[in-house]
């Protein structure tokens, strides 16, 4: 039984990513807060690409925190990151359906939500998700 959920687990990354994970995220945030705060000048097509590349870190340091394992892990902990990642699965496809009717009530032009957003604020839900769940467990 054991050898089946070590199997099951190879999609986890290890646990050690959980710490990577968070100074990628707060390397995310601090760079684009330290180029403000110093007010560096920085054209036009530079500021897009620092904000690209700082999204993308801060993507890739929830990624890592989200999707690595726990110290310990055991069946129960599988259930419960699989109804955190089935809620959050849910939570996505509501919001990305709602978020551009929230526009068309307010009388605004339509917008729909960019996809690295959505990633975003998915892996924000299931973290909270997860440690809620497994909080209560």
Do not use: W
Request: with cysteine; proline share 3%.
């Amino acid at each position: 039984m054991e050898n089946k959920i070590i199997k099951k687990q190879r999609y986890l990354i290890p646990h050690y990513f959980r710490k990577i994970g968070l100074i990628i995220t707060i390397a995310a945030i601090i760079i684009p807060v330290i180029v403000k705060l110093m007010g560096i000048n920085i054209i036009h097509s530079k500021k897009e690409i620092l904000k690209l590349i700082s999204m993308d870190l801060f993507m890739l340091g929830l990624f890592f925190v989200a999707f690595s394992r726990d110290k310990v892990e055991d069946e129960l902990t599988i259930i419960i990151r699989l109804r955190a990642m089935s809620a959050t699965f849910c939570f996505g496809i509501v919001f990305a359906i709602i978020y551009p009717l929230i526009y068309l009530v307010f009388g605004d032009p339509i917008e729909y939500i960019e996809g690295n957003k959505l990633i975003i604020i998915m892996l924000f839900n299931y973290l909270i998700n997860y440690y809620s769940l497994k909080r209560n467990r």
